[in-house]
């Protein structure tokens, strides 16, 4: 909607870790049971290393100070038993949560792309399509990071570290009250350094998003880059946005790494706690007690500075999903109509119509009305920005007036469906855009596999494409690249019209569709148009106001008001503004 203010600036508030997990924690629950199998796998993996650092004190006090010859010779069996349930246990979560991970953003990036297609004009209109890009590979890249790995690291390395404190207790108590210090002061660290990590990771993203709509101008303005010389003026500003994005990694990076030793530093208070607290003989400490929880104290530096490093991973999954949801959150194009109608006849009107886009104080049209009857041409000519082409974006309702009404065969298009609206409209433009496909499959686009290859044939003699198509090699399976950059502009404006042809609406626009056209293409697309223009409604955007001398009636609009409106000769013969246009042959 028009007013709704859907810019990704609006994503970028922070919020909670937890507030965002809970958010994707649905996503999770939905494969519970593989998840369960995996918690399992994570639990018994750290048990198993827990295990071999718990029989240190038998192997000692038993086998070796006692010589318990039974013992020893049970104790490979059992540390081989260990060590293989310690592979299968890995390898099965390993596996499980990638599985889980990978249809986790398989289905984020179905539904931002759903979203995308499903969000307005003006959504586009606020937002570049390299951040958009971003969004949906950089940023569900990050959420697989942290749905996978580190979820991994977390799950496996708290239950390795709670095996640990359970064991060290166990054996002793007296030379475990270390972790009742250095416990709170790592919780402490950690929890500091998560919130640093979120934030860092927010600069992240956005760099990532200047960085892909450096690229995505550059590939999009090649041609305009090396004719106006700015190749060196492009590179600069790549470099700019990439070393920004560079920093802001170093940042994370320091963060984590400068993290990590502070822990473990921490830690070794603890070590030397245990060291202090075994010279005291009142104590009675066996060999395998001290080992044991010596050990374990040795080996907890490894799951917590996992748990430190995997948190700046953990954290930038956050953040994108914290990114994502908020983009979701956002509203699309509202389809609030009710009413569907098969076909219209085709009369169309405008009643006092204003509109006024977000980013303009002005309005862009003022109190607009006209009407067209049903099989009549209308042209509309004027300065560039004077309000043509916003009146067939109202007519499509890719934007939705500010004030007045808009009919089609007498019924206002805001209680039309959206589908059953735009269902009634043809749309030939000057920019015409073709995918990377077929040519059948771009004159057919929107209704693949509903048409014939005859009806798609015979479309194509009529918009005069049929001739240049059967001259390629594959005909009409031929492929025409990104945007159509195999087929010259007037051959892409003649599959416009071909697609026009086939899908037969009753109502047509044509904004400036031979504008850009050598006086060569523009007669025999003018044709096609011609032969396109029979038996429909027609709105027509002129530049050249030579083709449009057969408009049943022109509009001159000028600062989103009508200042003409009449037949080509009547125009003429009041002499003055028309007039003024016409004869200077193009527009001042």
Not at 246 to 267: C, F
Request: overall charge neutral.
């Amino acid at each position: 909607m028009q007013n709704e203010s859907n810019d990704l600036s609006n994503v970028d508030k922070d919020s909670s870790t937890w507030r965002t997990f809970l958010k994707l924690s649905p996503y999770i629950i939905e494969h519970k049971f593989l998840l369960f199998l995996s918690i399992i796998l994570l639990v018994l993996s750290a048990f198993a290393d827990t295990s071999l650092i718990a029989i240190l004190k038998p192997l000692l006090d038993k086998g070796f100070a006692k010589g318990d010859q039974n013992f020893l010779l049970m104790a490979p069996i059992y540390i081989f038993g260990l060590v293989f349930l310690r592979g299968v246990a890995n390898y099965g979560y390993s596996v499980f949560l990638s599985l889980i991970s990978g249809k986790i953003v398989m289905k984020m990036r179905q539904k931002l792309f759903n979203h995308f297609v499903d969000s307005s004009v003006s959504y586009y209109d606020k937002n570049s399509t390299g951040r958009l890009l971003s969004r949906i590979t950089y940023d569900t890249d990050q959420v697989a990071a942290s749905s996978s790995d580190a979820l991994i690291i977390i799950i496996r390395e708290s239950a390795f570290i709670c095996g640990l404190f359970y064991t060290m207790f166990y054996n002793s108590w007296q030379l475990s009250l270390s972790l009742l210090i250095i416990t709170p002061i790592v919780i402490g660290l950690i929890s500091f350094v998560s919130i640093k990590f979120r934030k860092l990771a927010k600069a992240m993203q956005n760099s990532m998003g200047n960085l892909t709509m450096s690229v995505e101008q550059m590939l999009k303005g090649h041609r305009e880059i090396i004719v106006f010389g700015a190749q060196d003026e492009e590179s600069k500003n790549f470099e700019k946005v990439s070393n920004k994005f560079r920093r802001d990694g170093m940042r994370l990076v320091s963060v984590s790494a400068l993290s990590t030793p502070i822990v473990q530093l921490v830690i070794s208070f603890g070590i030397a706690f245990v060291l202090l607290m075994a010279s005291n003989p009142d104590l009675n400490i066996t060999p395998g007690e001290f080992t044991v929880v010596f050990s374990s104290l040795v080996a907890l530096m490894q799951p917590i500075k996992s748990l430190t490093s995997v948190n700046a991973g953990f954290q930038k999954g956050m953040a994108a999903c914290q990114t994502l949801f908020a983009i979701l959150e956002q509203p699309i194009e509202q389809d609030n109509g009710k009413i569907t109608i098969e076909r219209v006849k085709g009369n169309i009107e405008f009643r006092n119509v204003t509109f006024n886009y977000e980013s303009r104080k002005e309005p862009a049209l003022k109190d607009i009305s006209f009407s067209v009857p049903a099989g009549k041409t209308i042209a509309l000519v004027g300065r560039s920005g004077s309000g043509k082409t916003t009146i067939t974006n109202l007519l499509t309702r890719f934007y939705d007036i500010s004030q007045g009404e808009i009919l089609i065969d007498n019924l206002n298009i805001e209680n039309l469906s959206l589908s059953s609206l735009r269902d009634q409209i043809a749309l030939v433009s000057q920019n015409v855009h073709l995918f990377n496909d077929t040519i059948a499959n771009n004159i057919t686009y929107g209704r693949i596999g509903e048409y014939s290859q005859s009806q798609i044939e015979e479309a194509a003699k009529k918009a005069n494409a049929y001739d240049f198509i059967m001259q390629f090699e594959n005909q009409f399976d031929t492929r025409v690249g990104e945007s159509g950059v195999l087929l010259s502009g007037g051959q892409r404006q003649r599959l416009a019209i071909a697609r026009a042809l086939l899908r037969d609406n009753p109502i047509l626009i044509l904004d400036e569709a031979t504008s850009a056209l050598d006086t060569e293409s523009e007669r025999a697309i003018q044709n096609a148009l011609e032969s396109l223009q029979k038996g429909r409604t027609s709105i027509v955007i002129a530049h050249r106001l030579s083709t449009i001398e057969k408009a049943d009636e022109i509009l001159v609009i000028d600062n989103g008001r009508i200042l003409e409106q009449g037949t080509h000769e009547k125009l003429l013969n009041n002499k003055s503004v028309y007039y003024s246009l016409y004869t200077g042959n193009k527009l001042q």
